[in-house]
């Protein structure tokens, strides 16, 4: 009944919460199951400020080029569903969120100028986005594949030479680096192109982090070598006097 249900209700949430409702002489004995569960509701039925801020995390997460590129519009949804849920979303929102991702993730720059391109009614729609990016997808997936046929080595997926560009001098010329051949102005040789990878070789090396790779900085093509290596004579003296030395 009403009544048991009220009961119930009343001891389950805590005083402070309907007291307001609370008659001085009847109590709770004129109130309705329907009238407290509304003032609960909108009291206290908005989500708190952290789960918002949660849910724009998840919504946010940084998508990775090797991840299913529906793994972000599913990200996108539930979270823009949960915003819908306590009205603080749109579908421009999902279209930004995902933009943002898309841009980090460096491997759909032509397919967002091309979105770019797009009217607005077209660029506030998340399925629109989800048409574009999907096949842009799927190209650029195509594209990995074909090359990975030429590796020698299993191809990790590394979507951008910029990652393996490093800016190497203080006129800030950039330097590109290969695990097998180390740093050199070539744009077209980094660990992930290189074409005489040597054995142990790390296509995912760059100048930031070599995995061990070679430490050597390659001149340009032509240029001569003057430099000599000093010879380690000052080391070997140091050693030759310690007074117990074996020599
Ligand atoms: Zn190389």
């Avoid at 509701?41 to 940084?62: C, I």
């Avoid at 823009?80 to 933009?99: E, G, L, P």
């Avoid at 020698?152 to 951008?160: C, F, H, Q, Y």
């Amino acid at each position: 009944t009403q009544n048991a249900l009220k009961k119930q209700l009343l001891e389950a949430v805590p005083d402070t919460f309907t007291k307001i409702l609370k008659h001085e002489m009847y109590g709770y004995a004129q109130v309705t199951v329907l009238a407290i569960l509304t003032h609960l509701d909108t009291t206290y039925g908005t989500v708190h400020a952290d789960d918002l801020e949660d849910n724009w995390d998840r919504m946010h997460a940084a998508w990775s080029p090797t991840q299913p590129i529906e793994d972000l519009y599913n990200q996108i949804k539930d979270a823009q569903k949960f915003a819908r849920d306590h009205d603080a979303s749109t579908d421009k929102m999902a279209v930004r969120a995902a933009i943002k991702n898309l841009t980090k993730s460096g491997v759909f720059m032509d397919a967002i100028k091309d979105w770019r391109k797009k009217t607005i009614v077209e660029q506030e729609s998340f399925e629109t986005l989800q048409t574009h990016f999907t096949s842009a997808d799927k190209e650029r997936r195509r594209i990995l594949t074909t090359k990975e046929v030429g590796y020698a080595n299993k191809a990790v997926e590394t979507p951008i030479t910029k990652s393996y560009m490093t800016k190497g001098s203080p006129d800030g010329v950039p330097m590109y680096y290969c695990w097998s051949h180390g740093l050199g102005p070539n744009s077209k040789h980094t660990s992930n192109t290189c074409t005489k990878k040597l054995p142990g070789h790390k296509n995912e090396a760059t100048s930031d982090q070599m995995f061990g790779g070679c430490c050597v900085i390659r001149r340009r093509a032509g240029e001569k070598p003057v430099y000599r290596k000093p010879q380690r004579q000052s080391r070997e003296n140091e050693e030759n006097q310690q007074p117990n030395g074996q020599t």
